[in-house]
Structures are given as structure tokens and as C-alpha cells.
């Protein structure tokens, strides 16, 4: 059986195959091949007050079982007199696809009489794993760094209906500047379709009004009309009304189907017209699983560490912000490497010209060496013909064959001679 255990990942790992598909091997789409070998971290919170269904839904995302079930754990486990934090690893590979993933738990929130200050040890637990990060970057091996930060954290409301509850808006004001905020109305079979689109409504104005900052879909520029309708459905969902089951159910056309049965048909929970579940499994698994990891660290961690040096009294020139400012210093780099790129694109061009000029003058030499071999060729061709002509006429005239050669002429006799 999987083992619930305290906040230490090492304490509490449990190695699951899955029982079916789940999504993140569309991750490989997402991000570099390295990646994909060494396998994905990703840890996920979830906060609401027990009984809202944040386990069932853990295990109906992941399709496996995750968390025991309620009966299984032991009695002091269930009613703990503060906020607790308990994590779960599990590693689970789909289609070769690695992921270790981690789910935080935050049990006794929101059950108290005074709940003033629940969020306190949470955010608390968020700001830990961010220490433990920069401490693991400040080392000088930086080879091995375990990545334990929260990269989204499901909030779950209560499906009352109504608005929302002071906690959840002292909750997430003061979570949503440290974690992807991901609200979802539990248990959303208890209320009919209408109060569904009432409560969202409310909920979204609420949000609204209290300037907070939930994780919003990511569109880029030149995005094709897909990924940008894709983004758009997801974001049309928030907040997702949710059912989660892991319990197979019959549906009339014979079919087995995770859902909840009633007297009155059944929900399914993978059928987009019963609830967002499959478009909340789309958002933190299939399509944006990156885009929460790459949102925790440039962001939100950079933000916290900003903070952090603030409050130490550490006031930060623009050079070393700009060293720690990963957009700025992204654009940087990219300015740089467009500088040696021309750079180098300048050097070919001249090494190139320098190469012609060498042939050119090489083709000219030899030219002109040809032309100077054809003219001494023509010269010593004309003075053949002009020997030959002056031959010819001494001989028709009877003169002295080879006047230039009076030995020969002499010996056989000077017959020729006139
Ligand atoms: P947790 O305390 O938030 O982890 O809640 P659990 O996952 O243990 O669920 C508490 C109870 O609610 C269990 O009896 C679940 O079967 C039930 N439950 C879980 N999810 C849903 C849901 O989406 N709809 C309904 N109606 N009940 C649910």
C-alpha cells in the first residue's frame, strides 16, 4: 500500500505502473529531448477542507492510487489539530515518459473553528522548498539540483453556490504571489449546470476584485489557431467545476466509464459535457505541465528571491538584477550570440573574397604566361615560314641553297653556284 507520509520526499516514495493513460508522455511535445531521458519533477498541492474530494481527484488525475483510501489510514491521521503537511511521491512512466510527481497535502485546513492564519504554515512550506532550492543553486555543484518547489497548486472550494468564503480569499491573496494558483469547485455534481455557470461567475468576480492572480493558459505569439483555441477553451473553464472517481460505473450503451452513479444516471467523469475535469487534466498534465515549471522559476521564485535580498538589505545594482532577471537575461545572451554570429558571418565573407582574389590573380599569371608562350610559338613559326620563303626564292633563282652554311655548299663542289 502506498504510505502517507511527513514532508520528506525521500520518506514517502512509492513506485506505481499505471493503470492506464494519463497524458504527460505528450509532454516530449513540450520540451527537449533531455528532458524526457532524465524524467520530469513535478510536485502539486493541494489545499481545501477535508472531505471536498481533493484525494479522489489526485487519484482520478494520475489514474492510479495514489492516496489510500480514507479507511485505510490510521485514526490520527485523519483529524490532525493543526494545518499538517504531507507529501506523496510516486514514479510513474508512461510510453517511456518518466515523471516523478510529487503531491502535497495539506490536511486539517480550513476544518477549524478559528481558521485565522491556515494559510500561514502552507505558505510557509512553499517559501522552505524555495529556500532549499537557492541553497542547492548556490552550491558549487550545481550539477544535481532536486527541484521540490510547488509548481501548482489545486485550490478546492466548496460548491456551495454561493461566493466565496473569506479563508478562501485570505488563502489565495496571500498564496497567489508564491504558487500557480488553480481554483476548482469540488464536488461539482452536487450542483446543476446552472448553479455551476452562477458560481463561476461569482467566483471569477471575486478573484477579480481582490486582484488575484490565478494561473492564466499562456498564449505566444505566432501560435497557430489550434494551440490558440486550445488555450482558449481551457481558460473559458476556470474555474473547473470538477468530479472526480476512480470507480468504474455501466453506462446504458454497455460501456465502463470512471464516474459516480445515481438513482437518476450517472456523471461521467472523462465526458466533457458532465464536467471540466478532462479540460483541469489537459491544463496540469497534457499542455501546460512545462509552462507551470517554467512560471515557478522565472517568475514566481525569481520574485521571492528578489524579495528575499530586499528584505536582507541587499540592494541590487541593475548589473546583478539583470544576472538574475532571466528574461533580461535571456535577451542578452541573444544579443550576444547574434553579435558573434555576425561576426563570424563577416570573417567567412572576408576569408572568402581573399580566397577569390588569390584564384584571380593565379588564372591571370597563367593567362598570361599561355599568351606569352603562344606569341614566342607565332614568332618562331613566322621566322620558320620567313626561312622557308627565302629558301624557296634562292632556289627558284638558282642561288645558293644555304648561304648561311658555306662549308657544306663548298664540299660538294660549288656546282650551284652561279
Ligand atoms: P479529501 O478529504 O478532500 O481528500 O476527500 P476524499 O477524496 O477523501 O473524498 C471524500 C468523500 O467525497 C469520499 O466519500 C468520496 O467518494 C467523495 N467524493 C470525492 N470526489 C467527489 C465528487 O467529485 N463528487 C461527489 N459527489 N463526491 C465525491
Known sequence: LPQQGSDDPTSSIIRKTLMGYVGFAS???????????????????????????????????????????????PPSAERPQTVAIESISADIEENGVRLKLTVVDTPGFGDFVNNDGSWKPIVENIESRFDSYLEQENRVNRQKIIDNRVHACLYFIQPTGHSLKQIDIEFMRQLHTRVNLIPVIAKADTLTDDEVVEFKARILADIAHHQIQIFQAPTYENEDEESLAEAEEIASKIPFAVVGSNQLVKIPDGRDVRGRAYPWGVVEVDNEDHCDFVKLRQMLVRTYMEELREYTNDVLYENWRTDKLLSMGVVQDQSVFKEINPASRMQEERVMHEAKLAKMEAEMKMVFQQKVQEKEAKLKQSEEELYARHREMKDALEKQRLDLEDKKRRIESGRPLTPDRPNQTKKKGGFLRS
Open 27 to 73: 509532454l516530449p511535445n513540450q520540451v527537449r529531448t533531455k528532458s524526457v531521458r532524465k524524467g520530469f519533477q513535478f510536485t502539486a498541492m493541494v489545499v481545501g477542507e477535508s472531505g471536498l474530494g481533493k484525494s479522489t481527484l489526485i487519484n482520478t488525475l494520475f489514474n492510479t492510487q495514489l492516496y489510500p483510501p480514507k479507511e485505510q489510514l
